[in-house]
């Protein structure tokens, strides 16, 4: 065999175990995770031993931050109210959002049964994250043993809020962990192949050797007497990514942080491909600001479990172009990425959510969104537009 040819299959083999021994450490070790969180196998949702009363659980006020916009909003906080009957709501909207608020005034009249309050909140001031803008305001309302704030496109099972109540730490946070519906387009469903992707293979696979480095902000929990120890909302109302900041606060304060394996079901309705884009771009943002406050061994860490895998993945497509057999070995790869990702997700949801190729499509974009984040630093939130230089220095500018 000629020398060229020899050294591109070795280069391909190389990329292709270099490949396989990240993504087989991320999967076993979500699996120890896993393991080490009895899961019910039918179900996806983790059992836990009930202590005290059932009662419990209207202990708790769910803060939910809304804004209209998403097409699917009535439709999921109506989910919510039907699936948690027994729960404290406590919506917070802008004065000026007619419509979110037309939404609560229909779905208060359609639920009586159910405690709900809305609390109607001026706009945040420049440089404040309108997300805990809202939740500050809202502190002084929760009179109840825990709180806990869900996002307006999440759903919360009943099993997964009962393991949030009984595992939330006297002094700390616990969190759920998200997984997207496939969504009823093309945008939609890409982005739900990238939370799918990652959600599991993210959060999980470092528990066996520490703590969480930040939490899920679209579902947490913590006791109402250490929010207040901590100072509330207020200490991250200048940070733009609240849930790391969050977790930083609990840290503070000697707080622990709990990864819990129950599930939290998430769809944002996407219009269009520039809506995915910025939606991506966004979240690449607030990825860089997670890495400009970590160590310098934590950060490589985290980039190296998380950021290599499409680089090598691009190597190998591209490298097996010039030789064909090449694409053996790139076809195998591509069947072990599918199974270990099925693997993990049906673990812990009780079902399949990987779709091949759009899953594949979504693993190769990522090096694009990255580029994307680190070059442009002005994100689009909803209807704002910030100017990011670090997490607590952030401020708005014209669109």
């Not at 076993?28 to 659980?57: C, D, H, S, W």
């Not at 503070?252 to 309705?269: N, W």
């Amino acid at each position: 065999m000629a020398k060229g040819p020899a050294m591109l299959i070795g280069i391909i083999i190389l990329c292709a175990l270099l490949y396989l021994s990240l993504l087989g450490f991320k999967t076993m070790y979500a699996l120890i995770a896993l393991a080490n969180m009895p899961v019910n196998r039918e179900t996806g949702v983790k059992r836990f031993r009930v202590q005290g009363e059932a009662a419990a659980q209207a202990e708790i006020t769910i803060l939910q931050p809304l804004l209209s916009g998403d097409p699917r909003l009535a439709e999921v906080l109506a989910a919510n109210l039907q699936a948690l009957p027994e729960q404290r709501f406590l919506w917070l909207i802008d004065r000026t959002d007619l419509a979110a608020q037309e939404i609560a005034h229909q779905l208060r009249n359609a639920h009586p049964a159910v405690h709900m309050e809305v609390l109607l909140c001026n706009a945040a001031p420049d440089g404040f994250n309108p997300k805990a803008w809202k939740l500050a305001l809202a502190q002084d309302h929760i009179k109840t043993r825990l709180c806990l704030v869900l996002d307006d496109d999440a759903i919360l099972p009943a099993a997964s809020l009962r393991a949030l109540i009984q595992h939330c730490p006297a002094r700390g946070i616990v969190t759920a962990l998200p997984h997207y519906q496939q969504g009823q387009n093309f945008p939609s469903q890409l982005l739900a192949q990238f939370v799918n992707n990652n959600a599991v293979m993210t959060y999980l696979p470092l528990l066996p050797f520490t703590t969480p480095v930040s939490i899920n902000g679209m579902c947490y929990a913590m006791r109402r007497e250490f929010l207040l120890a901590c100072g509330g909302f207020k200490p991250v109302l200048q940070h733009l990514t609240d849930d790391l900041a969050m977790a930083d606060l609990c840290r503070q304060h000697q707080g622990d942080l709990l990864q819990l394996a129950v599930p939290v079901s998430v769809q944002t309705s996407l219009s269009d491909l520039p809506q995915y884009a910025r939606q991506m771009h966004r979240w690449m943002v607030f990825a860089t600001l997670l890495l400009q406050q970590q160590t310098k061994p934590t950060a490589v860490l985290i980039s190296l479990l998380q950021g290599i895998h499409p680089l090598l993945l691009w190597m190998l497509i591209l490298l097996s172009v010039f030789q064909p057999a090449g694409w053996l070995l790139l076809l195998l790869v591509l069947i072990l990425r599918s199974a270990a990702m099925m693997l993990v997700q049906q673990r812990v949801t009780g079902s399949i959510r990987h779709r091949f190729a759009l899953s594949l499509l979504s693993e190769l974009l990522q090096p694009l969104h990255l580029l994307h984040a680190l070059k442009q630093r002005r994100i689009r939130w909803r209807s704002r537009v910030y100017q990011v230089i670090r997490n607590n220095q952030f401020h708005a500018v014209e669109s």
